[in-house]
């Protein structure tokens, strides 16, 4: 797997895409939203490298994935 340094944002789904700039535009004011998406690129990519039933087991659905990730940092 890519490490978040190599990983391009266009590996990710437009879907995952579009999911994560609302998520950040909403609730990631007050931070830097580059560094702090580039630092967990590679979780992002990993859970939407999932099936939507290995998602839904976790206990997620696609959209809620930037929130899962960021969790540390805005404490969702």
């Known amino acids: 797997m890519p490490t978040?340094?190599?990983?391009?944002?266009?590996?990710?789904s437009p879907r995952l895409?579009?999911?994560?700039?609302?998520f950040l535009s909403g609730a990631g004011q007050g931070f830097n939203a580059y560094?702090?998406?580039?630092?967990h690129m590679a979780d992002?990519?990993?859970l939407d490298a999932k099936s939507d039933e290995e998602l839904s087991r976790m206990g997620l659905r696609r959209d809620d994935i930037p929130r899962y990730v960021f969790r540390d940092l805005i404490g969702a």
């Open 4 to 12: 978040p340094q190599t990983l391009n944002i266009a590996f990710m």
């Open 17 to 22: 895409r579009g999911a994560l700039d609302l």
């Open 35 to 39: 560094i702090e998406k580039r630092a």
């Open 44 to 46: 992002l990519a990993r």
